[in-house]
């Protein structure tokens, strides 16, 4: 069986539609999906918690608490 790339389906089909009827489109995709759980490619639910950790590394040897004061006194000179 072939596979379908979203990239074809959009140029042979959905490109060629008038804007009005992509964005019903769109509108009805979005519904679909928002009716769905979120799901990985293996078929369980994600949890918020699996990210945890992400990102740590960007905040090595930074000090919470001098960060958080460095942005009160920015908030402090804003008009």
Known sequence: MAVVRAEDIYE???K???AAERLRLLAIVA???A???AQSSEGHQ???LELEGLGAEIWQGIDAQEYVNE???EWDHRP
């Open 12 to 14: 042979r089909h959905i």
């Open 31 to 33: 519904q679909d999906l």
């Open 46 to 48: 994600r949890s918020l």
């Open 16 to 18: 060629l539609l008038p």
């Open 35 to 37: 009716a769905q759980p």
């Open 71 to 73: 942005l009160r006194k």
